[in-house]
């Protein structure tokens, strides 16, 4: 199926202004996880108690962590979870405040707190976590590993299928993808979960995916026009998958959508997560990860 017909488009004209985009995008993520002090950890990574609640009636993140705090629960931090309308929270609370040998205690302590204040009156606990701080350290190192190995994985894959240049254009636009979209989280203020961690290797098998089918056409065309010009093998290796690519991008966001908005807070953020990366992904398949090509490829006939 095709939704787009033969394009006669000249996409490496416009790789520049993209390239600049990129960028723009790039360092916003980068102030924006500078000014939060990193990703907003989840309990996952930090280590102590997360309580997730639900309100019988709207209220204030500063109002709900003020009354807490006067309470004798001061809280690390305090986020809405899922919707609006959900008044659901999450509660995160520093190891020290209760050990593991304490969860139930301090679990009686917080239900006796929400009969006895007006503003928690009918909220109830739906789950309460515990993790140690040096397991938390751990999960941050196994995570930040995992996708480090992801990429070079794939580097290694697309060196041995492709061109080196080819390869280095495909893990610079995995880069590109994964700093943007962790940049939306921070922007966003969302926490930083395994769920997300799980996201965006996602992201990124999704991203090398598109890339992938975008080289092999480019590289097919090598070797069916050998006397065309590089540029214009990559307009037509684009322009031949375009229809592809887009209805992938569709049919992926159309499951997302409803996801992000009727599948509950448990979900919410993971699908928030892979949306931002399905439109960075499909945007850097054709600009990021192309046009390091052609500069690659016009560096190398200078050469």
């Not at 001061?74 to 405040?97: K, T, W, Y």
């Not at 679990?107 to 739906?126: H, P």
């Not at 070079?152 to 080196?164: M, P, Q």
């Given at each position: 199926m095709r939704i787009i017909g033969k394009l006669n488009y000249d996409f490496v004209d416009k790789m520049g202004g993209a390239m600049r985009i990129s960028i723009a995008l790039a360092v916003i993520s980068i102030a924006s996880l500078l000014y939060h002090q990193g990703p907003n950890w989840g309990v996952e990574f930090t280590g102590g108690t997360e309580i997730h609640i639900k309100l019988a009636k709207s209220l204030e993140t500063?109002?709900?962590?003020?009354?807490?705090?006067?309470?004798?629960?001061?809280?690390?931090?305090?986020?809405?979870?899922?919707?609006?309308?959900?008044?659901?929270?999450?509660?995160?609370?520093?190891?020290?405040?209760?050990?593991?040998?304490?969860?139930?205690?301090?679990?009686?302590?917080?239900?006796?707190?929400?009969?006895?204040?007006?503003?928690?009156?009918?909220?109830?606990?739906?789950?309460?976590?515990?993790?140690?701080?040096?397991?938390?350290?751990?999960?941050?190192?196994?995570?930040?590993?995992?996708?480090?190995?992801?990429?070079?994985?794939?580097?290694?894959?697309?060196?041995?299928?492709?061109?080196?240049?080819?390869?280095?254009?495909?893990?610079?636009?995995l880069i590109h993808d994964t700093l943007i979209t962790v940049g939306a989280i921070s922007l966003a203020d969302k926490e930083f979960t395994l769920a997300i961690v799980a996201a965006l290797l996602t992201v990124i098998g999704y991203s090398v995916n598109d890339t992938i089918v975008i080289f092999d056409r480019i590289r097919e065309n090598m070797g069916n026009f050998p006397e065309k010009g590089f540029r214009e093998l990559v307009n037509d290796g684009i322009s031949q998958t375009l229809s592809r690519t887009l209805l992938t991008a569709i049919t992926v966001f159309i499951v997302l959508v409803p996801l992000f908005f009727l599948g509950g807070s448990v979900i919410h953020d993971f699908a928030f997560t892979l949306m931002v990366g399905v439109i960075i992904g499909t945007y850097s398949s054709v600009f990021v990860a192309s046009a390091f090509v052609v500069y690659w490829r016009k560096r190398k006939e200078t050469i």
């Open positions: 500063n109002v709900l962590k003020g009354e807490l705090a006067e309470s004798g629960f001061p809280s690390e931090s305090v986020q809405r979870f899922g919707l609006p309308g959900d008044n659901e929270h999450l509660i995160q609370f520093a190891p020290e405040l209760a050990t593991f040998d304490q969860i139930g205690d301090f679990q009686k302590s917080l239900e006796d707190l929400f009969a006895e204040s007006e503003n928690f009156q009918g909220a109830s606990i739906q789950r309460i976590d515990y993790i140690g701080p040096r397991v938390g350290k751990e999960l941050i190192t196994k995570a930040l590993l995992s996708i480090l190995i992801a990429c070079v994985g794939i580097l290694g894959y697309l060196v041995l299928r492709f061109e080196f240049g080819f390869a280095v254009g495909a893990v610079i636009a």
